[in-house]
């Protein structure tokens, strides 16, 4: 059975840090690409970060970009998203996804494709 289970979440002061994690199980994780994903209240989902299990390659919304890092550690099959100097509108739950092509590396982080979702984790940034 596949399973991408998020965790990590909570209630941090604007300024503060969280780090995500996505534990997949159920899948080859080394020929997957991962995304993160985030949808707020009354909001459309936006992608924030992605990253290549086979080389590493790493995108990211350039809304989180210099903020946010994404990770890999391939022998626990986890995906790490790393959020400093978080701000309010980072509020949303997130969301890891699995792309069995890696076509959002090729599409970006728009790309509506994904395989597999998790259930998300909430994040909620005060001011």
């Known amino acids: 059975e596949v399973q991408l289970v998020e965790s990590g979440g909570g209630l941090v002061q604007a300024g503060g840090s969280l780090r995500l994690s996505c534990a997949a199980s159920?899948?080859?994780?080394?020929?997957?690409?991962i995304g993160w994903f985030r949808q707020a209240p009354g909001k459309e989902r936006e992608g924030v970060s992605c990253?290549?299990?086979?080389?590493?390659?790493?995108y990211y919304a350039d809304s989180v970009k210099g903020r946010f890092t994404i990770s890999s550690d391939n022998a626990k099959n986890t995906v790490y998203l790393q959020m400093n100097s978080l701000k309010p509108e980072d509020t949303a739950v997130y969301y890891c996804?699995?792309?069995?092509?890696?076509?959002?590396?090729?599409?970006?982080?728009?790309?509506?494709?994904?395989?597999?979702w998790g259930k998300g984790t909430l994040v909620t940034v005060s001011s």
């Open positions: 996804a699995a792309d069995r092509y890696g076509l959002i590396l090729d599409y970006g982080l728009g790309y509506d494709g994904m395989d597999y």
């Open positions: 159920g899948f080859t994780f080394d020929d997957y690409a």
């Open positions: 990253i290549s299990s086979s080389d590493g390659s790493t």
